[in-house]
């Protein structure tokens, strides 16, 4: 139990456009679901926290407007990168847990390239 | 400020041969430690999670230690495997008020098995 996917595992986009991201926990409800960034030989930087049917929590330096996260169910959160940019090119990993105060899962990661 | 040291950053060995790797932290209140294998592009695979009381925790070939009082953590990797080759990841969950608790990531050991 407890399986958390991402959805694209790899994805290419061009400068300036837009990339949805989307985590479900696929065996159970996650009220709350994280999203981390890594660049390459660096840990997991924590950028939001999500729960359900409320606004995102933002960690200090991300900005909330470029990082759009919905999460509209218990099932499924997503991330959208808007306005991307080359340096926006990152692995993309979320996480999510049954409550706030219960261990989290990782998802597989997704590979975003902004060209 | 909570961090969580790793050592060594990277290690090559010989398939069969054994290899310790080692995790030092600040992480105060102190909830969990858990270990996880990240094999590249991929997301963070839990191996083990250790509690306060508890000193040694063994899955299959991956042993992990923790003395608490020194806030030190180690995990043992016996008759490595190449498949083993992968990042390895200290992570300490620390309670940060309320129902919160907060992950501190290491930055990993990049572990290279060789035939």
């Known amino acids: 139990g407890a399986v958390v996917s991402q959805h694209p595992s790899r994805v290419i986009c061009k400068s300036g456009t837009s990339v949805k991201i989307e985590c479900r926990s696929l065996?159970?409800?996650?009220?709350?679901m994280f999203w981390y960034r890594q660049f390459p030989k660096q840990s997991l930087m924590l950028m939001a926290t999500?729960?359900?049917?409320?606004?995102?929590?933002?960690e200090q330096g991300v900005e909330k407007d470029k990082f759009l996260i919905n999460h509209a169910s218990l099932t499924l959160s997503t991330l959208t990168v808007t306005s991307a940019h080359p340096e926006d090119s990152s692995f993309y990993i979320c996480?999510?847990?049954?409550?706030?105060?219960?261990?989290?899962?990782f998802g597989p990661g997704t590979r975003l390239t902004v060209t | 400020k909570n961090q969580v040291e790793q050592s060594p950053q990277s290690l090559i060995i010989l398939e069969g041969k054994n290899c310790t790797l080692q995790c030092n932290y600040t992480v105060s209140p102190f909830s969990n430690l858990r270990w996880y294998k990240q094999d590249t592009g991929r997301g963070p695979v839990s191996l083990t999670i250790?509690?306060?009381?508890?000193n040694t925790k063994s899955n299959g070939r991956y042993t992990a230690t923790l003395d608490a009082d020194t806030k030190q953590s180690s995990l043992h990797i016996t008759a490595s495997q190449l498949s083993d080759s992968a990042s390895y990841i200290c992570v300490v969950r620390g309670y940060s008020g309320g129902s919160n608790y907060k992950l501190t990531f290491g930055k990993g050991t990049l572990l290279t098995v060789n035939p």
């Open positions: 250790m509690t306060f009381s508890e």
């Open positions: 996480s999510a847990a049954r409550t706030v105060s219960l261990e989290q899962y």
């Open positions: 999500s729960n359900e049917g409320s606004k995102a929590t933002y």
């Open positions: 065996d159970f409800q996650a009220t709350t």
